[in-house]
């Protein structure tokens, strides 16, 4: 299994800001995930970070708002650009594992926006 | 769109009893997984089961699928405080690889 960290674990920023998560894994994986968790709710695929081209996306999200960069196979940043209280949430990366199609997450970053 | 619903939403019960957590789905899957998720923490996955399973286990943990009814159930056995956690299902429609679509959860609560 895969250990994968993400920094910061929390934030707190003011609207309009930008806030770039950091998600590290301990060993090279295919693909890494970025989803959200809003309060009380369950989790959301925001897009796969594809290493070394253009994330994809899912409906709804867009890269103006959510960048996202995969330099290498073990690294990837996830930014949350012009912020409202809306993107207050949980922020979680994962990885794909060696098995069959499950996923490893983060500990996950908690953002709260003013 | 949300692919799993998970029920209960809540679930309460004391520490030695079992716990069974329900999972329904739409669509054909290739495999559905339960992963466990510690007070708004990160995600721990806990059991994979493919489409061709019936049964599986894993410790105090038993995963059930029923294709035909696109239903899953989460049993825990000899449940303890430490089990308190939500609880969530999460399919996979394509085989090898695909996207994971996550249920609303169930959040289980085990008191001494």
């Known amino acids: 299994s895969a250990v994968i960290s993400q920094k910061p674990s929390r934030d707190i920023c003011q609207r309009g800001t930008s806030l770039t998560i950091q998600c590290q894994v301990d060993s090279q994986v295919t693909m890494m995930f970025w989803y959200r968790q809003q309060p009380g709710q369950s989790l959301t695929l925001i897009a796969t970070a594809n290493q070394g081209s253009e994330a994809t996306y899912e409906s709804g999200f867009v890269i103006d708002k959510f960048p996202i960069s995969r330099p290498n196979l073990t690294f990837s940043t996830l930014t949350v650009s012009n912020m409202s209280p809306e993107d207050s949430s949980i922020y979680l990366c994962?990885?794909?594992?060696?098995?069959?199609?499950?996923?490893?997450f983060g500990p996950g970053t908690r953002l709260t926006v003013l | 769109s949300q692919q799993g619903e998970e029920d209960p939403q809540a679930l309460s019960i004391q520490e030695g009893e079992n716990a069974t957590m329900n999972c329904s789905y739409k669509t054909s899957i290739n495999n559905l997984q339960w992963y466990r998720q510690n007070s708004g923490r990160g995600l721990v996955h806990l059991i994979l089961i493919r489409s061709n399973e019936r049964e599986k286990h894993s410790g105090r943990l038993r995963v059930t699928l029923d294709t035909s009814k696109k239903s899953s159930s989460l049993l825990i056995t000899a449940s303890r405080a430490a089990d308190t956690a939500s609880y969530f299902c999460a399919t996979g429609v394509n085989s090898g690889y695909s996207t994971l679509t996550f249920g609303k959860g169930t959040m289980l609560l085990v008191s001494p």
């Open positions: 994962s990885a794909l594992g060696t098995g069959y199609n499950e996923q490893f």
